[in-house]
């Protein structure tokens, strides 16, 4: 009988062990999980915070265009902005991406011109800034002599993304 009690003991304990292997096991998964969710979730108040996530502000975008307009003393700087288009046809999550395209032109004494003008849009912009064509081009030799600074037009095409929630049923 003792050694039955030990085998009896035995596997009590390895029973015992293998649950909590399990339960540790659990634990770190849910833990895992925990950390998962705390990133995304950041992640997502960032997004909302930059202004990716609601409704597309356009006043503010028309607003941010003339002060980068200013601060970068550019030429001439034309844009029109297109009606707004779903990207998802079928929202995943409950939320739907929606762009707004932009056209610009723009006057430029030198290239980077374009370049800070870009940076300064995807640093600021509440959306998401995604370029879809940019065309550089030099102005014709009369436009230069009529006293115009710029030597280079852009003309570019650019894409104003925002991420809607989808309203509830």
Not at 48 to 74: F, K, P, S, T, Y
Not at 108 to 131: C, G, M, P, V, Y
Not at 144 to 155: F, K
């Amino acid at each position: 009988t003792a050694f039955s009690s030990t085998q009896a003991e035995q596997r009590d304990r390895a029973a015992a062990q293998t649950a909590r292997n399990d339960i540790d096991g659990k634990l770190r998964r849910v833990s895992s999980e925990q950390s998962e969710i705390k990133a995304k979730s950041e992640r997502f108040n960032a997004l909302r915070m930059r202004g990716i996530i609601g409704d597309e502000q356009r006043l503010e975008w028309v607003e941010l265009l003339n002060a980068i307009r200013d601060q970068r003393r550019l030429v001439d700087l034309q844009y029109e902005f297109l009606p707004q288009r779903a990207l998802d046809t079928k929202p995943d999550g409950g939320f739907t991406f929606f762009a707004s395209t932009m056209k610009v032109q723009i006057k430029l004494l030198h290239e980077e011109d374009l370049t800070r003008f870009l940076s300064d849009l995807r640093e600021q912009a509440r959306a998401l800034i995604q370029i879809k064509s940019c065309n550089v081009s030099r102005l014709p030799h009369e436009a230069m002599e009529t006293g115009l600074s710029a030597q280079l037009l852009a003309d570019c095409q650019i894409d104003w993304v925002t991420l809607h929630e989808e309203a509830k049923k």
